[in-house]
């Protein structure tokens, strides 16, 4: 029997709109996860903090899993991100899941703008695995002392320690990160406007691979994809989003699924109140059965 992926949607809306009523009515229609997405802070790209905007949709909501879609690491130190981190889990109730990427080289005026480290891509991946080891050495040990190229911390201490694992999924392209994926993380959350689906497939592949000679098994890790999403029967698919009436809609999702993604993370365009509606009622279904 095929196991259903897991289904989120994204609740990033407009200023004026309020995220947290949108992640109650994603919680109530049956999505799985809800996400934020919008961690890069110079000008008008990003309308709220993703952080925060997290915090606020988790305090009104109660069964829905919560996911940034992604923190960029320069925006936050490793150790104090850790904290951050057991905080909102806790309070949650163990919803947690603390998805990250090592910052894109397209972000890297908004660090400058913001006095933050701006990194070369080779030492973004460094970095990335030096924040791993910070994060989870704060999260399992009495005290953490850590001298990395990129992050240190001397006798630090987290108390109280996380409740349970926190998942930590990384946003990966190239081989590198996809290793790193494969090695280290819990997850991995590509984007679909980034990543075509055959392409994608084939990431996939390396990053199974770099797990399984690491020793670990790739089928424990979890396999996302964000995907741009308009149930509508007049529309159709374009390379980066997947359009038409809810069966096609479920088709192109079943694909997905089939093709090794056992989270599905849905971004609704047009009218995004509408497409939750509609996504919950007229394609979960078919594409849970």
Known sequence: MEIPPRIGID????????????????????FDVVTVHGDVLNGERTPREAWTTLTWVAARTTTARLAPNVLVLPNRHPAVLAKMAETLDRLSGGRLVLAIGAGAAMNADAFAAFGLTVRAPGAAVDALEE???????????????YHGR???????????????????WLGAYGPRMLDLVGR???GWLPSMFLLPPEEAYRRMRRVRDAATRAGRDPDALTYGYNVSVLVDEEARSTPVRIAGGPAEVARRLVELARGGFNFLNLWPAGDARRQRERLAAEVLPILRA
């Open 184 to 186: 280290r993380a819990d």
């Open 11 to 30: 609740v990033t809306v407009p200023l004026g709109d309020d995220p947290a009523t949108a992640a109650l009515q994603a919680e109530s229609v049956g």
């Open 131 to 145: 924040a791993i080891d910070v994060m989870r050495g704060l999260w399992t040990t009495e005290s953490v002392t």
């Open 150 to 168: 990129h992050y240190k911390v001397e006798a630090a201490e987290l108390r109280p320690r996380p409740q349970r694992p926190i998942p930590i």
